[in-house]
């Protein structure tokens, strides 16, 4: 099982980003999903995660400027990132999750400057 996560980079505070990842060996299909991020001193956090049947739920600093969908066909899960602001700064990880095994991309890092 391979998670390739891309798109990360530097942005201006309030400026938007998008997020992939692509997976191989796991079918995104029957998975729960996310996106995590884990910032300099601090634990890594959930940010997005999609369920195997489609319900969606956001941590409270994501809500309402995320969005996280997938492709099932393509076999990838994307986070749209918008009104971004300098605590968003960290490094974005996609997880998969199937039959109780945690499977992590490489992480992304995402930068925004104030």
């Known amino acids: 099982v391979q998670l390739q996560a891309f798109g990360g980079g530097v942005v201006q505070a309030g400026g938007s980003l998008k997020l992939s990842c692509a997976g191989s060996?796991?079918?995104?299909?029957?998975?729960?999903l996310g996106w995590y991020r884990q910032a300099p001193g601090k634990e890594r956090e959930l940010v997005a995660a999609?369920?195997?049947?489609?319900?969606?739920t956001y941590d409270e600093p994501a809500r309402g400027r995320f969005t996280i969908s997938r492709d099932i066909a393509e076999n990838t899960v994307a986070l749209q990132m918008t009104s971004l602001k300098p605590e968003d700064t960290a490094v974005y990880y996609c997880?998969?999750?199937?039959?109780?095994?945690?499977?992590w991309g490489q992480g992304t890092l995402v930068t925004v400057s104030s």
């Open positions: 999609i369920t195997s049947g489609g319900s969606i």
């Open positions: 997880n998969a999750r199937r039959m109780g095994t945690d499977y």
């Open positions: 060996g796991i079918r995104f299909g029957l998975s729960v």
